[in-house]
């Protein structure tokens, strides 16, 4: 099947999509991005993802490109071009086009490019197999709230990650705290028996789905702590896993070559992960 992208205005081939070479998210990583998750049609927490989107765009200046409506029914138009009903769809603003200079004119017209795909669901078997983490040295900028296209430190974290046979690095501050995954949220479950996942700042992305699992361990009545842990703490956890709109919670079942729990995902991971299954269907 053809897969159809959206850029500027123009539904095209996805082989085709073009932007300007002056482009600033290409010289400059000066954008911002979304990626939303679409289950049987419906794209899921689109109120939340908009709010941050709007943020992002307000802390770097960058002009909205369309309101809400028209961009939603862009988004809409495009999952339908591309004929699925489970997958995701990415969107990306960036300043616009302007001759190559650090400074920026005001009144840029912004760029806006969309993709979307098809998301294989994961077997119970590999969900329940659990994934490895590494950690290594978070080395992001102040402003890690923002959701910007810049993303060099996640994909080398991400990348190093891989190299080492893991699926996800989570990065680490200077005071040997977690701060979060290179493209998701940390979680853990502490020797006590609480959810523990850091608190929102600048030092982390405002997770999307991390705000989703909160209200249903708030409903479950699963007792959390919105704060940052240890490497020590989270190698030593009783269970651990991240979340994210495009991975949902995937256990995490090795920290740094330690066996978290059993070495299978936690019970109380899959039960998470189960009412928000229930939740986005
Ligand atoms: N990543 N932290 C970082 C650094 C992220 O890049 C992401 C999302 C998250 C989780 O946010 P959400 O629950 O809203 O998806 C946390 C997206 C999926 C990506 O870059 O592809």
Wanted: charged share 20%.
């Amino acid at each position: 099947m053809s897969r159809i992208a959206y850029v500027n205005g123009r539904y095209v081939g996805h082989g085709e999509a073009r932007v300007h070479i002056e482009d600033r998210g290409y010289q400059f990583s000066d954008g911002v991005y979304e990626v939303i998750l679409v289950q049987n049609g419906k794209l899921i927490d689109e109120d939340a993802h908009h709010q941050r989107l709007q943020k992002s765009l307000k802390s770097l200046g960058i002009n909205a490109p369309m309101k809400r409506g028209p961009l939603t029914q862009v988004i809409n138009q495009l999952i339908k071009r591309n004929k699925f009903s489970n997958g995701i769809v990415y969107i990306q603003i960036t300043r616009g086009v302007a001759p190559r200079e650090h400074s920026f004119p005001i009144n840029l017209k912004p760029s806006l490019v969309m993709t979307a795909r098809r998301l294989p669901p994961k077997s119970q078997s590999a969900i329940e197999a659990g994934v490895k983490v590494i950690t290594l040295e978070d080395i992001r900028w102040k402003r890690c709230d923002i959701k910007t296209v810049s993303l060099l430190p996640n994909i080398l974290g991400k990348q190093k990650a891989r190299e080492q046979g893991a699926y996800e690095a989570w990065m680490v501050d200077e005071n040997r705290l977690i701060t979060e995954g290179t493209s998701t949220n940390a979680w853990i479950v502490s020797s006590d028996g609480a959810l523990v996942t850091s608190e929102l700042g600048s030092h982390i992305l405002s997770g999307v789905t991390r705000k989703t699992f909160i209200q249903i361990a708030a409903e479950l009545n699963i007792p959390y702590e919105e704060r940052q842990f240890s490497v020590e703490e989270a190698e030593n956890s009783r269970e651990a896993f991240f979340t994210s709109s495009t991975s949902f919670l995937t256990p995490v079942t090795e920290i740094n070559g330690k066996v978290i729990g059993n070495g299978k995902a936690g019970s109380l991971s899959l039960s998470l992960l189960n009412s928000y299954f229930n939740y986005i269907n």
